[in-house]
C-alpha cells in the first residue's frame, strides 16, 4: 500500500516569517493530494489540495507544490501569524477513496 | 452548509464494556470514513462506505468492533468489548464521492479505564 513520509515533525517559526512542511508519497498511481490543520480538540480541516495533472496551487497565503516524478509535494505558509499554530497533516489518495496520512507536523508561530 | 457532525464528543468507559459513537456526514455525501487517530498520529482508516456498502474494512478490527449504515446516511461504529488500547479518538468524515474533497467531524474523544 501507500506509505507517506511528512518531515518535519515540530516546527517553530517567528511570525511574519515563511513555513515549509514536506512529504513524500510511494505509490506512483496516487492522485489527490490534500493539507489538512488540526487544532487541538478539532478534526482535521482540509486547508489546500492538489491533483495530479497540476504542479503547484496557491490560496492566499498557503500554496502547494506537487513534484510527481521525485513523488513529493510541499505546503508552504508565508507571512506565518500566531493562529496559523497547530498540526499540519500531508495525504495521499487515488481518486479520493483511501486516503494515507503523514504524522503530522507540529508548527509553532512565535509572536 | 452543516458539517459532519459526531456525538458524543468525550466517552469514558470501563473496559469490557461496549460503546458507540454516532456521526451525520454532509448532506448529499455519498461516502463515509471511520479513522482511528492516536495521539501524535495521522488519522488511519478503519471502514469506508459508499452508500449503505461498506466497500473496505479491511483495517477494521472485526472480533470487536462493527459498524453500520443503514440507509446510506447516518452511520455507527460500535466496539465491544472496549479495551485499554483504544482509547484515542474517533473521526468520522464525509465527501461527495468520485475524487471529492473529503471533510472530518470533530471526532469523539475515548478513554478506557
Known amino acids: 500500500g501507500e506509505n507517506v513520509e511528512q518531515h518535519p515533525s515540530t516546527l517553530s517559526v517567528q511570525e511574519g516569517d515563511s513555513a515549509v512542511i514536506k512529504c513524500t508519497y510511494s505509490?506512483?498511481?496516487?492522485?489527490?493530494f490534500p493539507w489538512y490543520k488540526q487544532e487541538l480538540g478539532k478534526g482535521p480541516q482540509l486547508i489546500i489540495d492538489i491533483r495530479s495533472n497540476v504542479g503547484e496551487k496557491k490560496d492566499q497565503r498557503i500554496a502547494v507544490t506537487l513534484n510527481k516524478t521525485a513523488k513529493h509535494f510541499s505546503l508552504h505558509i508565508t507571512e506565518t501569524q500566531p493562529e496559523d499554530s497547530a498540526v499540519y497533516f500531508c495525504?495521499?489518495?487515488?481518486?479520493?477513496?483511501?486516503?494515507?496520512f503523514g504524522t503530522g507536523t507540529s508548527l509553532t508561530v512565535i509572536p | 452548509e452543516a458539517g459532519v457532525v459526531q456525538s458524543p464528543r468525550y466517552k469514558i468507559i470501563e473496559k469490557k464494556q461496549p460503546v458507540a459513537f454516532w456521526c451525520n456526514p454532509i448532506?448529499?455525501?455519498?461516502?463515509l470514513y471511520w479513522y482511528l487517530q492516536n495521539l501524535g498520529q495521522g488519522p488511519e482508516l478503519l471502514i469506508r462506505?459508499?452508500?449503505?456498502?461498506?466497500?473496505?474494512d479491511s483495517q477494521l478490527p472485526k472480533d470487536r468492533f462493527s459498524a453500520e449504515r443503514l440507509k446510506g446516511v447516518d452511520s455507527t461504529l460500535k466496539i465491544q468489548p472496549a479495551e485499554l488500547g483504544d482509547s484515542a479518538v474517533y473521526l468520522c468524515?464525509?465527501?461527495?464521492?468520485?475524487?471529492?474533497?473529503?471533510?472530518f467531524g470533530p471526532g469523539t474523544r475515548l478513554t478506557v479505564t
Open positions: 468524515a464525509s465527501s461527495p464521492g468520485g475524487g471529492g474533497e473529503q471533510y
Open positions: 462506505y459508499e452508500n449503505e456498502e461498506a466497500v473496505d
Open positions: 448532506s448529499g455525501h455519498n461516502t
Open positions: 495525504a495521499a489518495s487515488l481518486y479520493g477513496n483511501q486516503f494515507y
Open positions: 505509490d506512483s498511481a496516487s492522485n489527490y
